[in-house]
Antibody, heavy 118, light 106 residues
Framework: QVQLQESGPGLVKPSGTLSLSCTVSGGSVSTTTYYWVWIRQPPGRGLEWIGSIYDSESTYYNPSLKSRVTISRDTPGNQVSVKLSSVTAADTAVYFC??????????WGRGTLVTVSS | SYELTQPPSVSVSPGQTATLSCSGDNLGNKYAAWYQKKPGQSPVLIIHQDTKRPSGIPERFSGSNSGNTATLTISGTQAMDEADYYCQAWDNSNIFFGGGTKLTVL
């Protein structure tokens, strides 16, 4: 059974770069069947798609974040990572990684809270 | 950008049917998925490809999608169904979420 686990600093300073990893167990991030997605949920608000990475290394980003976000894959480490630059308090959120299959997301990590504060 | 609109809240009495809507331009031409999210937990996929239930999801959850509206129906709603529900669509490798509906069972 595949499991996803997010990890990274829980506190990031304003104007800094948020960096998170998603470690996948019970499956391979190199699979051609699935793709990998980052989503976030600010406190008291809804889910927001950040971006996705496919087996071809193709990446797709939310236009509202595209200038600041990079998603990459570490095949040996079986991880998917997200970097978000120039963060502000508005980037404070619980960040989730998820596995995509076709049009939907069938597995989610437990999420990790990132707070942007000095 | 593609927008999905959900009512912020829906209330239902235990044992009754809850109907949650999700509206988007020609949404019926895309696949809709639904997720249940409880506080402090990760979202759980409850409906995909408009009408399909993943293994382990109770039969009281059902979905439909036509025209501009996808609908999640919960028959015989239970107290444990109180949660936030999000619809989601996929288009050209972009993912869109509705704003979510808080379902209150009272």
């Amino acid at each position: 059974q595949v499991q996803l686990q997010e990890s990274g600093p829980g506190l990031v300073k304003p104007s800094g770069t948020l960096s998170l990893s998603c470690t996948v167990s019970g499956g391979s991030v190199s699979t051609t069947t699935y793709y990998w997605v980052w989503i976030r949920q600010p406190p008291g608000r809804g889910l927001e798609w950040i971006g996705s990475i496919y087996d071809s290394e193709s990446t797709y980003y939310n236009p509202s974040l595209k200038s600041r976000v990079t998603i990459s894959r570490d095949t040996p480490g079986n991880q998917v990572s997200v970097k978000l630059s120039s963060v502000t308090a508005a980037d404070t959120a619980v960040y989730f990684c998820a596995r995509g299959y076709g049009s939907y997301l069938d597995k989610w990590g437990r999420g990790t809270l990132v707070t942007v504060s000095s | 950008s593609y927008e999905l609109t959900q009512p912020p809240s829906v209330s239902v009495s235990p044992g009754q049917t809850a109907t949650l809507s999700c509206s988007g331009d020609n949404l019926g031409n895309k696949y809709a998925a639904w997720y249940q999210k409880k506080p402090g937990q990760s979202p759980v996929l409850i409906i995909h490809q408009d009408t399909k239930r993943p293994s382990g999801i109770p039969e009281r959850f059902s979905g439909s999608n036509s025209g501009n509206t996808a609908t999640l129906t919960i028959s015989g709603t239970q107290a444990m169904d109180e949660a936030d529900y999000y619809c989601q669509a996929w288009d050209n490798s972009n993912i869109f979420f509705g704003g979510g509906t808080k379902l209150t069972v009272l």
